[in-house]
């Protein structure tokens, strides 16, 4: 049985105040600013700026409590926690993403063209709509841009998923150069791994740009391209914070912070970055090829 | 086809699992549990990846395209 001594019991904190200031400010902003009001979106890049200004001083203080030896093993194990609820948030939201995709291509899309127990919904809807997939031919494209094409898998999707592949293998070395206590491995590692990062951000990018400048295929080009704008911008978002967080953690590395039997901020994001990684692989797979 | 893509997605998504539970779990005293997971999870990944472009170049799979 634990002693009340063995709880960290923490000073008091402005953080989560200021969090939620940025937080309303933030969104608040946003909704007026789609209303057409200036002060709203200024309001809005205020909150934002609030939040990081927030994100960064408060988990710097927590990292100063941490390698100034204030925590103990519960207080590692409540970061364990925490972490563990992130993730679940994470994949319900990824999953829910995957679940539109699956739902549009497999149920809604085949019902719309007389799939299943649907042969009236079709003849009197749109009685010439054939279902194929990827939508290209909607129904009725009225109010949406028809897509000239889409992107090939094999050109510049292929080629993210090695680098984001070997980004998964680099950041493995700097794993292992972390526990087997070499600190020069470790860095060069995390280095390679943020290069990496950042070079498949930028041909997302150039996907994009080739998206929506040659083929006309935009976030308004139906479900089609609602789903692919929608599961691979986040997952795009996604390694934008991971890649941020992986700066931090080499950051970090450099000050000589993390020890081979202590390093859960390291694991943490070295997780989270292997997590992104297999959420491309799947899209990869769903989006590009199946 | 699409079965053998599939088990290769459990295999990653066991070992990715696994490293969260090892991660959970495994508070401090240099366990080498999660990393050796991790591992196995980037080694899969690969031979998945060239699983596909080994797939497309025997012409086994296509990509999805504009029928």
């Given at each position: 049985m634990q002693s009340r001594l063995d709880y960290f019991v923490p000073e008091g904190s402005y953080w989560p105040i200021l969090g939620s200031v940025g937080m309303a400010a933030m969104l608040g902003g946003f909704a007026s600013s789609l209303h057409g009001n200036t002060a709203g979106t200024v309001s809005m890049i205020l909150g934002f700026g609030i939040i990081i200004f927030m994100v960064f001083g408060w988990i710097g203080q927590v990292i100063n409590e941490s390698e100034t030896g204030t925590y103990n093993l519960q207080v590692d194990k409540s970061f364990r926690i925490g972490m563990g609820w992130f993730i679940f948030s994470e994949v319900m939201f990824f999953a829910a993403f995957f679940g539109a995709l699956f739902y549009a291509r497999t149920l809604s899309v085949p019902w719309l063209g007389g799939d299943g127990n649907n042969l009236y919904t079709g003849e009197v809807l749109w009685p010439e709509f054939k279902?194929?997939?990827?939508?290209?031919?909607?129904?009725?494209?009225?109010?949406?841009?028809?897509?000239?094409?889409?992107?090939?898998?094999?050109?510049?999707?292929?080629?993210?998923?090695?680098?984001?592949?070997?980004?998964?293998?680099?950041?493995?070395?700097?794993?292992?150069?972390?526990?087997?206590?070499?600190?020069?491995?470790?860095?060069?590692?995390?280095?390679?791994?943020?290069?990496?990062?950042?070079?498949?951000?930028?041909?997302?990018v150039a996907e994009y740009m080739e998206a929506y400048q040659h083929l006309d295929l935009k976030l308004t080009s139906g479900i089609y391209g609602s789903t692919f704008f929608m599961l691979t911008g986040f997952h795009g978002l996604h390694v934008t914070l991971g890649t941020i967080m992986l700066i931090v953690i080499l950051m970090r590395a450099i000050r000589g912070h993390f020890r081979e039997d202590r390093h859960f901020g390291f694991e943490a994001v070295a997780w989270y970055w292997h997590f992104v990684d297999v959420v491309w692989l799947g899209l990869f797979i769903v989006v590009y090829w199946l | 086809m699409n079965y053998i893509i599939l088990l290769f997605f459990i295999f990653i998504i066991y070992s990715l699992g696994s490293a969260l539970y090892y991660m959970m779990n495994d508070s401090g005293g240099g366990s080498k549990r999660m990393v050796k997971a991790l591992t196995i999870r980037v080694a899969v990944s690969i031979a998945l990846f060239v699983f596909v472009l080994f797939s497309f170049w025997m012409g086994w799979i296509k990509p999805a395209g504009v029928a």
């Open positions: 279902s194929v997939w990827p939508l290209i031919q909607m129904p009725d494209s009225t109010n949406f841009t028809v897509p000239k094409g889409i992107i090939e898998a094999w050109h510049i999707p292929a080629l993210n998923t090695l680098t984001l592949l070997t980004s998964g293998a680099t950041l493995t070395y700097a794993h292992w150069s972390l526990m087997n206590k070499n600190r020069i491995g470790l860095i060069g590692g995390l280095i390679a791994t943020i290069i990496l990062g950042v070079i498949f951000l930028g041909l997302q | -």
